[in-house]
Each structure stands twice: as C-alpha cells, then as structure tokens.
C-alpha cells in the first residue's frame, strides 16, 4: 500500500509546466519521485511557486524545455533529449491551453456571433491540436514502450455551458461581455480524444483519462468572485495545489484500472 502512489523513477511530460496549474502538477509529480519535464512557452515564471519549488528545479528534478506544444517538430525535438536524458516518458499532462485573458480584444468576449475565426484558429490550435500533437508524439512512445499514463485536463466549461448570468454585473456595466465558446468547445474536444485514446492504446498498456478542474482562485474581481461562489455548491473556488491529489492518482498504479475516465474535481459545480 506504501507503493500504491509512488512515482518513483517514472518519467513525466506536463505541457503549459510554467503556468499555474501546471508548476502545481510538476511540483506535484517530482515530490512522489518523478522525473519532470516541464514544456512551455515561457521560461521566465511568475508565482505563485508550489512548495519545494526552487529545490526541485534547482536539482533539476524539474526540467523546464521552451517549447511550443503547436510545432510537432519542436516536440519531436524535445522528446529525443527527454529520452536520452531519462528515458521515455511513462506520465503525460496535457495541461497546456488557453483561452481569452482579460486584456484580449473587446471582441472576443463579446456576441458569439461576432467571435473572431482568427481567435478561434488560434484557442483550437493550442488546446486541440497541440494536445493531439502531444498525444501523437509523447503517447506514441509510451504505447512503443508498452506502458503510461495520459491525462488531459479539460474544464467543467468542457462539461457544462458557462452560465452568462455570472457576467451580467459586466452587462450592467456598460460591456457587452460573454464567456466565449471557443474555449468551451475545445475543452469537450479534449474529453472524446481521451476515449477515443483510450480504447486505442488499451490493450498497449497506455491508459488515458481526463482531469476536469473547475475554477481556480487567482485574486479575481471582487463581483466575479461573489457571483462565481454563490453558484459554487461548497461556496469558494478551488485553491491552486486542489488537483494534485487527483493527478497524482491517476499518474500512478493506484488507477492502474481507470481509463477513458474523467475525473471532475469542481466543488460540485456540475452537481446541480
Ligand atoms: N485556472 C482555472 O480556473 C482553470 C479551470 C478549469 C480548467 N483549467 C485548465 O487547466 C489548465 C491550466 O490552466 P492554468 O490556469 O494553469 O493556465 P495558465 O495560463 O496559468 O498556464 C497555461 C500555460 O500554458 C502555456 N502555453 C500556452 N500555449 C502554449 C503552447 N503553444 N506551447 C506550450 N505552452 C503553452 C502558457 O505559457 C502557460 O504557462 C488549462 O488546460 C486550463 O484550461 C484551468
């Protein structure tokens, strides 16, 4: 039972490592004795750090590769150095994504009949096909290899439509602002790949599930937070480190029977 979570001297890949959720999943991964290689775009990070964050980078337990999840060869790339470094990878996160920041254009939070295409090509790039790409390329070594565990991290707004009416003080206010759905349809994108992976690679000992967070608390607007919570069954929105007990499970053999899974970790957002 001791062994039941443990990673040891298992090799992991967690796409968008340098953001929020996924400093959390690499900190996460390293402390039960993974190997990480953290892929982002970004190499300079912003807080807030998971805890043992400096010691398991400095070590190098943590490895952060500047690499665009969009670009097949640059993953190709990094895959080569991962498994002459550490071997190939047996944990995969695909946790990269993105959707529109607070300073995107007007229009992109605005009618969805008026969404941008270009905005659209560029959210179904990253969150769709570079998820896929990573699929193809990490997940197709694990199925050579004959073992590993893929986890895609979707959203509730994966599972549900976002509700409007928590935007309706934005409304109020004089801006015509909607969650958009671009973001929403690449999340329920992500849960049909992990069955259709799922199946695919079953009997080659790759198992493949989908984390499904709700929102994360990052000192969002006070009318936001109030109107998000009163709709949030446990009241608060979740705290960053709140999905690594259930990456953590489904990275190790204490899921060794789960796949084609999704896993929702919402404080009961989808409850009622
Ligand atoms: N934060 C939330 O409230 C929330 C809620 C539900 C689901 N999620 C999901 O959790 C995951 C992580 O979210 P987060 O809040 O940590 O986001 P984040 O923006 O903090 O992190 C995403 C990371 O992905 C990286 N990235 C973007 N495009 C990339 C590319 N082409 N190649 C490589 N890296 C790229 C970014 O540089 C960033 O570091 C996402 O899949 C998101 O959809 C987040």
């Known amino acids: 039972m001791d062994d039941l979570f443990s990673l040891r001297d298992k090799v992991a890949v967690v796409t968008g490592g340098a953001g929020l959720l996924g400093k959390q999943f690499c900190a996460a991964l390293a402390s039960y004795g993974a190997r990480v290689a953290a892929i982002d775009l970004l190499s300079v990070q912003k807080g807030p750090f998971p805890e043992r964050w400096e010691t398991l980078t400095a070590s190098g337990q943590i490895r952060l590769f500047r690499t665009d999840i969009t670009q097949r060869e640059d993953l190709e790339r990094c895959l ?20 529109s920041p607070p300073d995107a254009p007007a229009e992109e939070n605005g009618p969805f009949e008026t969404y941008p295409e270009k905005s659209l090509d560029r959210v179904l790039a990253v969150n ?5 790409i990573a699929c193809q390329v990490f997940g197709g070594a694990m199925a050579v290899a004959g073992r590993g565990s893929i986890i895609n991290i979707a959203s509730t707004y994966g599972l549900v439509s976002p509700n409007q009416d928590i935007y309706e003080y934005k409304r109020r206010a004089g ?14 994108a992500v849960l049909n790949l992990t069955r ?4 695919y690679w079953a009997k080659k000992g790759v198992r493949v599930n989908t984390l499904t967070p709700a929102g994360i608390y990052v000192s969002q607007d006070k009318e936001f937070l109030e109107e998000y919570t009163k709709r949030i069954p446990v009241g608060r929105m979740a705290e960053s480190h709140e999905m690594n007990g259930a990456v953590v499970f489904l990275a190790s053999n204490a899921s060794s029977y789960m796949t084609g899974s999704n896993l929702v970790v919402d404080g009961g957002w989808t409850a009622w």
């Open 175 to 188: 801006q015509e602002w909607y969650k958009p759905a671009a973001y929403a349809t690449t999340k329920s």
């Open 128 to 132: 769709v096909k570079g998820t896929w």
């Open 80 to 99: 080569a150095e991962i498994q002459q470094m550490w071997g190939v990878p047996e944990i995969l996160i695909n946790n990269a994504a993105i959707d």
């Open 196 to 199: 259709y992976l799922s199946t």
